[in-house]
């Protein structure tokens, strides 16, 4: 039978059921073997073969460090709680290989976090104890916090009614500010070091068990102590930090972040651990950072009414949006908190009435206007008014430039609007479920006819049927430069001639040089090609005038296909860093991390069934169940897979494999069927029913 993608979760689970068989009867077989088995899907069985064989649990020993335990993995690495055989002491082991293709820019910024860590010498600041390479890694030993991060007490806080409630009590807020003060004391000490943390949040905030707060992760720090010749390793316009946490300024890229910087993250953090939201939330990634750069905060008391007013106006004014109002330094903010937890009054002051009325205007232009027209008819007469306004050229002139502002306005509008359906397109495109990836790049074709990513990606699900690409181009070609659409004529008609140099390419053909050396991802390919793909989407990313979804997703694909862990958990993070929100992206992290990082993918599955109506995450889910050997788990998460969407087949395929297996025969059957209801052309259903009645 053909090799079809959407078989591929079912003939994986039919491989792991036997294997896992196998495992526990103590009788593995070889790759082959398996692969003869299954010999329509024998490259895919191979690699999935290959991924069970590696060992998932790190090295024993680095150095003079023996490894107890994971403790979290991120971009920056994996970060262990190790034993200094040397001292006889627990640490925090941080680390990353000492190999890969980014590894030259990840190790020197690993280097950096140790160097400017081991500067700062606060007892409410994660020591550096150690740092150095040992047996192919990298790493940096840390003091040891042993207790929860606040981005922990802040979810179980938001997941449990009662303590939500608690959070209202006068002791807990003056808790927290207390504990908000000493966290700004230790920022303030890094500032005065020179150091500015840029990626200040409750996760990177740890409570120790006597209720010590311990600032973490200097990983993205700026340090401006450096010397003038040293390279930058943060360039100018580079946006670094968690976006909630982000400063209008850092999400803008300004090169002149300071410590109002932080002192806007701190805001943010306490504005959450005080309310259990978060001060500014949003539907989607752009929506998130124009709200960000141009919204007022919520007035904390919305979810909090018991906050005393002062504290809410310490609040206003670390977050405002302009860092010349914000508190100079982390140490004034800390010196207002003290005085709320000890009844004094505050030395800073909200922004006045007048202020506040004339930045509304300036954010509600066309509002404000009506508004003043309407004042000026009720005074005077809207006659006078208007004659007034014909009989000054001064005033015409204001007045077209106010029209001007609201066109303006109004064309902006329109462009997040196209950005935000040419992402959705995109992350369709690369989901479990394509489908609806046509129409909405029509439908921003619609809205923006001159739009070259939307025909682009329009254009490559066409690939396999030329005709149809081809009059795509004839339909869309004649509002986009004509160079670009000669190069996909050409494209699309075979001549696939790789971008060099000296055609100083843009980032669209980039990317799609680096499609096509990859194969779309479709087939096997050698390391030299994954390489060399990954390059050019790298070098697309790079050329791009923003962040674009495709060119990351690629870039994690390819990472999978390479087999560098490193360089997979770098480009994930990028990806989870860029969309939080989208399901594409934990779709990926679950497919490429459930066999290397069963936690971190199971997460990005949790996380899909709260987004999505879709059987695809319960199947993971399942999946990652069966691999601990709790198959009544496994069945749970399948039941509720089809209760979501009882169409999808693979689903219904899973479960009678897994039924199969515990000997319910007539359950098995049963699912099979149901899963040729769903799919009458889902050949594994049809070939285990067929399996089933010659027994």
């Known amino acids: 039978m053909p090799d079809r993608p959407q078989d591929h979760p079912a003939i994986l689970a039919a491989f792991l059921d036997r294997y896992l068989a196998d495992a526990r009867a103590g009788r593995v077989a070889s790759r082959d073997e398996y692969r003869a088995l299954f010999p329509d899907h024998a490259e895919l069985v191979g690699e999935e073969f290959d991924r069970l064989q590696e060992q998932e649990a790190g090295p024993e020993r680095i150095g003079h460090y023996s490894l107890l335990r994971e403790l979290g993995r991120g971009g920056q690495g994996a970060v262990f709680l190790a034993r200094d055989e040397r001292l006889g002491r627990e640490v925090a082991l941080k680390l990353i290989p000492d190999q890969g293709p980014l590894s030259a820019r990840a190790l020197a910024r690993f280097r950096r976090e140790a160097e400017i860590t081991a500067k700062l010498d606060h007892p409410n600041i994660c020591t550096v104890l150690d740092s150095g390479r040992a047996d192919g890694?990298?790493?940096?030993?840390?003091?040891?916090?042993?207790?929860?991060?606040?981005?922990?007490?802040?979810?179980?806080?938001?997941?449990?009614?009662?303590?939500?409630?608690?959070?209202?009590?006068?002791?807990?807020?003056?808790?927290t500010v207390r504990l908000f003060e000493r966290i700004?004391?230790?920022?303030?000490?890094?500032?005065?070091?020179?150091?500015?943390?840029?990626?200040?949040?409750?996760?990177?905030?740890?409570?120790?068990?006597?209720?010590?707060?311990?600032?973490?992760?200097?990983?993205?720090?700026?340090?401006?102590?450096?010397?003038p010749g040293d390279p930058e390793l943060t360039r100018t316009g580079e946006v670094?930090?968690?976006?909630?946490?982000?400063?209008?300024?850092?999400?803008?890229?300004?090169?002149?972040?300071?410590?109002?910087?932080?002192?806007?993250?701190?805001?943010?953090?306490?504005?959450?651990?005080?309310?259990?939201?978060?001060?500014?939330?949003?539907?989607?990634?752009?929506?998130?950072?124009?709200?960000?750069?141009?919204?007022?905060?919520?007035?904390?008391?919305?979810?909090?009414?018991?906050?005393?007013?002062?504290?809410?106006a310490v609040l206003t004014i670390a977050l405002d949006k302009d860092p010349d109002r914000r508190y100079a330094t982390a140490e004034a903010f800390a010196d207002d908190l003290r005085r709320i937890a000890e009844l004094e009054p505050i030395v800073a002051r909200p922004p006045s009435l007048g202020l506040r009325g004339w930045r509304w205007v300036q954010r509600n232009r066309t509002v404000a206007t009506l508004s003043l027209l309407l004042f000026a008819a009720l005074t005077t007469g809207l006659f006078v008014s208007m004659s007034a306004l014909r009989d000054s050229e001064d005033a015409r002139t204001e007045l077209r430039a106010a029209l001007d502002d609201i066109l303006a306005g109004k064309e902006r509008k329109l462009q997040l609007?196209?950005?935000?359906?040419?992402?959705?397109?995109?992350?369709?495109?690369?989901?479990?479920?394509?489908?609806?990836?046509?129409?909405?790049?029509?439908?921003?074709?619609?809205?923006?006819?001159s739009n070259v990513d939307a025909l682009a990606g329009r254009v490559w699900l066409e690939?396999?049927?030329?005709?149809?690409?081809?009059?795509?181009?004839?339909?869309?070609?004649?509002?986009?430069?004509?160079?670009?659409?000669?190069?996909?004529?050409?494209?699309?008609?075979?001549?696939?001639?790789?971008?060099?140099?000296?055609?100083?390419?843009?980032?669209?053909?980039?990317?799609?040089?680096?499609?096509?050396?990859?194969?779309?991802?479709?087939?096997?390919?050698?390391?030299?090609?994954?390489?060399?793909?990954?390059?050019?989407?790298?070098r697309a990313a790079l050329r791009s005038d923003r962040p674009r979804f495709h060119h990351h997703h690629s870039m994690l694909m390819t990472a999978s296909r390479l087999g560098d862990r490193a360089l997979l958990e770098a480009c994930a993070d990028d990806l989870e860093h860029l969309w939080p929100d989208a399901p594409a992206t934990h779709e990926a992290i679950a497919q490429f991390f459930l066999p290397i990082d069963r936690a971190r993918a199971v997460r990005s599955l949790h996380r899909l069934t709260e987004t999505t109506r879709s059987a695809t995450p319960y199947c993971g889910l399942a999946y990652a169940a069966m691999l601990d050997g709790e198959t009544d788990r496994a069945l749970e998460w399948f039941d509720r897979g089809i209760e979501v969407d009882p169409t999808f087949a693979t689903i219904w395929f899973m479960r009678g494999q897994l039924r199969a297996r515990l000997g319910d025969a007539t359950g098995a059957c049963a699912d099979f069927e149901g899963a040729l209801r769903a799919d009458p052309e889902f050949a594994p259903a049809r070939a285990a029913l067929d399996a089933s009645s010659k027994k």
Not at 156 to 163: N, S, T, Y
Not at 185 to 208: C, Q, Y
Not at 243 to 267: F, H, K, N
Request: hydrophobic content about 40%.
């Open 417 to 449: 609007e196209i950005e935000a359906k040419l992402l959705e397109a995109y992350q369709a495109a690369y989901s479990a479920d394509p489908r609806s990836a046509p129409r909405l790049f029509e439908e921003v074709l619609a809205l923006d006819p």
């Open 184 to 227: 700004a004391r230790a920022v303030h000490e890094a500032h005065r070091a020179g150091v500015v943390h840029r990626d200040l949040k409750p996760a990177n905030i740890m409570l120790s068990r006597h209720g010590d707060p311990v600032v973490l992760d200097f990983g993205l720090a700026r340090d401006d102590e450096r010397a």
């Open 240 to 312: 670094f930090g968690t976006p909630w946490y982000m400063s209008p300024e850092q999400l803008r890229g300004d090169s002149g972040i300071d410590a109002r910087t932080d002192v806007y993250s701190l805001g943010a953090s306490l504005y959450e651990c005080l309310t259990g939201n978060r001060p500014i939330e949003a539907a989607s990634r752009e929506a998130l950072y124009q709200a960000i750069l141009d919204a007022p905060i919520r007035d904390p008391r919305q979810h909090n009414p018991k906050l005393p007013r002062d504290l809410c």
């Open 137 to 175: 890694f990298v790493y940096i030993a840390m003091r040891f916090v042993d207790g929860e991060s606040l981005g922990d007490r802040v979810r179980r806080v938001r997941d449990d009614d009662r303590a939500r409630e608690e959070l209202r009590s006068r002791a807990t807020i003056l808790e």
């Open 463 to 538: 690939l396999g049927r030329p005709a149809r690409a081809l009059g795509l181009l004839d339909n869309y070609g004649s509002g986009m430069p004509a160079e670009t659409v000669a190069w996909m004529r050409t494209f699309v008609g075979g001549e696939r001639n790789p971008p060099t140099d000296a055609d100083d390419p843009d980032s669209l053909r980039l990317y799609w040089a680096g499609l096509d050396r990859i194969g779309g991802f479709e087939r096997p390919v050698p390391p030299e090609d994954a390489r060399a793909a990954f390059d050019l989407f790298r």
